[in-house]
């Protein structure tokens, strides 16, 4: 019998965004984008609108729905990771409600951590397999 190699799926290009992607990308936003969301993040009291984790907090996650718990004080994340704890530092974002981003108005706006921002928005899915998910992370590591 012919042996025939596996062919190698080719890796995925690590790029970073031009400067012209990235003002396409800022384009989309309200030009007072800056203001709306210190705003919305002071509305949602500064916690993810829908599980409640606050701004900067280091948790862990406890189940596969949206409950969360500190992280121990004084225990950083790789420690944790190595007792198999995923230790996120939350990161608010302000998600577009009804995925439209000229809908600026209040109520269509709210301040969400990282899981649930990915949970809501599946066009940023898209934006992540058009651009890579890690294009930031990618940039920093250029950069060093
Ligand atoms: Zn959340």
Known sequence: ?????????????????????EAVMYSEYHPKWSLIRRLILK????????????????IYRTGKNED????????????????GYKVTKIILTIAHIDHNKDNNRFENLASLCQRC?????????????K????????QTKLDL
């Not at 890796?11 to 012209?20: D, H, L, P, V, Y």
């Not at 509305?43 to 280091?58: L, V």
């Not at 921002?117 to 397999?129: E, I, M, S, T, V």
């Not at 651009?131 to 990618?138: A, I, M, P």
């Open 1 to 21: 019998m012919k042996y025939e190699p596996t062919k190698l799926t080719k890796t995925k290009e690590i790029r970073t965004m031009t400067k012209s992607e």
């Open 68 to 83: 969360w718990e500190y992280a121990p004080e004084g225990h950083m994340v790789d420690e944790m990771h190595s007792f």
């Open 131 to 138: 651009y890579g998910r890690n294009w930031k992370r990618n």
């Open 43 to 58: 509305r949602d009291k500064y916690c993810c609108a829908w599980c409640g984790a606050p701004q900067y907090a280091f």
């Open 117 to 129: 921002h990915l949970n809501h928005d599946r066009k940023q899915h898209a934006f992540n397999r």
